[in-house]
């Protein structure tokens, strides 16, 4: 009998002597798992997070003098493109139904009713239309004379502080440029006074000179983007403006008869 408990014992401690190191083979593997995972984890928000702080040490390795006038011109420049984007869609607006408008009013009641609807209208179509209809009690001739003097006045609006974008989009590549230049000369100054052609001499002054470059590169593309769209919506208004102001002669044309 006690044979057969020492023999149940001995059976008893090599089952749980087993069991225990399956539960610590098991836990090493999950550990190491979950350590691999979370190296991976980490790995991966590195290399996320990587490429913003490596555009901002590559921005400070560029120097604050060249590197600052770059960043300068791009927020000036898009602080003004913005601006003409958002006038410029207030801008626009639905000249067949104005001209439609129009049309009513004069039939019903005349020139007044009909610069009342363009003044309650915004856009600059509703404003030379108004002006248009304000020489109606003249001619024709001054009539058109209107429309034309004041679509001037109304595309210079429309056209306002563009340029300045365009100035920007220019001066960012060569500003870039100057300071690859000024760069270059360090580098070859260092070279001069060492006396010896070392890569590590000139690495540096090289880098800040190509850097200050492709920045300037970088500034210059965004506000083309924004400057492009400018130009076109400009365009598309000015069109409408133009169809519209002729639809309006043939309107009041039609009136004076």
């Not at 090599?14 to 190296?39: H, W």
């Not at 020489?135 to 429309?147: F, N, P, Q, T, W």
Request: include cysteine.
């Amino acid at each position: 009998m006690k044979r057969l408990f020492s023999i149940l014992a001995i059976a008893g401690l090599m089952a749980f002597g087993n069991l225990n190191a399956n539960t610590n083979a098991n836990t090493n593997t999950i550990v190491t798992t979950i350590v691999s995972s979370t190296q991976d984890d980490a790995g991966a928000a590195v290399e996320e997070v990587g490429f913003h702080q490596n555009l901002k040490n590559r921005f400070i390795e560029g120097g604050p003098g060249f590197m600052g006038i770059v960043l300068l011109c791009l927020i000036l420049g898009l602080a003004i493109a913005i601006e003409r984007i958002i006038f410029l869609n207030l801008s626009t607006s639905n000249s067949k139904k104005l001209v439609q408008q129009v049309e009513d009013a004069l039939s019903s009641g005349g020139v007044e009713a009909a610069k009342e609807v363009c003044r309650n209208t915004k856009g600059p179509v509703a404003s030379i239309f108004y002006q248009g209809l304000d020489r109606a009690d003249e001619d024709i001739d001054s009539a058109e004379k209107a429309v034309v003097a004041y679509g001037g006045v109304q595309m210079g609006q429309l056209e306002k502080n563009v340029s300045w974008v365009s100035l920007f989009i220019a001066l960012a590549p060569m500003l870039g440029f100057m300071g690859t230049v000024i760069g270059m000369i360090d580098a070859f100054d260092k070279i001069e006074a060492a006396g010896d052609m070392q890569p590590s001499l000139v690495a540096g002054g090289i880098k800040i000179a190509l850097l200050t470059t492709v920045f300037g590169l970088i500034v210059a593309i965004i506000l083309q983007i924004f400057y492009n769209y400018i130009i076109a919506k400009i365009d598309s208004i000015v069109n409408d403006m133009e169809d519209a102001s002729i639809s309006l002669m043939d309107l009041l044309v039609k009136y004076k008869k």
